[in-house]
Nanobody, 123 residues
Framework: QLQLVESGGGLVHPGGSLRLSCAAS????????IAWFRQAPGKEREAVAC????????MYGDSLRDRFIMSRDDAKNTMYLQMSNLKPEDTAVYYC????????????????WGQGTQVTVSS
């Protein structure tokens, strides 16, 4: 059974940091393109960061590149999203996803999704 499980969400003050983890089981992330998406209340789900396995290119959503860092640890079969200088507008449910090695940020192409983890940025 293919499964992705996120962890690391929570409540953080503006300017704070969080690291999200996404552990895969039932398959190896080594040959998959991976991504993080988020969905804020009342808004559509949007891409946060996406990596193609083919060339390991990482793309970030608008204005996130200087605050968010996506990475993976193939030995642990886990991917991460390090978030710093968090802002209230970063409040959302964050999802990890895995798909074909060449896919980049096309939601419909990702066929494995985590259950989501809530990130709330508030003072």
């Amino acid at each position: 059974q293919l499964q992705l499980v996120e962890s690391g969400g929570g409540l953080v003050h503006p300017g704070g940091s969080l690291r999200l983890s996404c552990a895969a089981s039932g398959f190896s992330l080594v040959n998959y393109g991976i991504a993080w998406f988020r969905q804020a209340p009342g808004k559509e789900r949007e891409a946060v960061a996406c990596e193609t396995r083919l060339n390991k290119l990482i793309m970030y959503g608008d204005s996130l590149r200087d605050r968010f860092i996506m990475s993976r640890d193939d030995a642990k079969n886990t991917m991460y999203l390090q978030m710093s200088n968090l802002k209230p507008e970063d409040t959302a449910v964050y999802y990890c996803a895995a798909g074909p090695p060449t896919v980049v940020c096309l939601q419909a192409k990702y066929d494995s999704w985590g259950q989501g983890t809530q990130v709330t940025v508030s003072s």
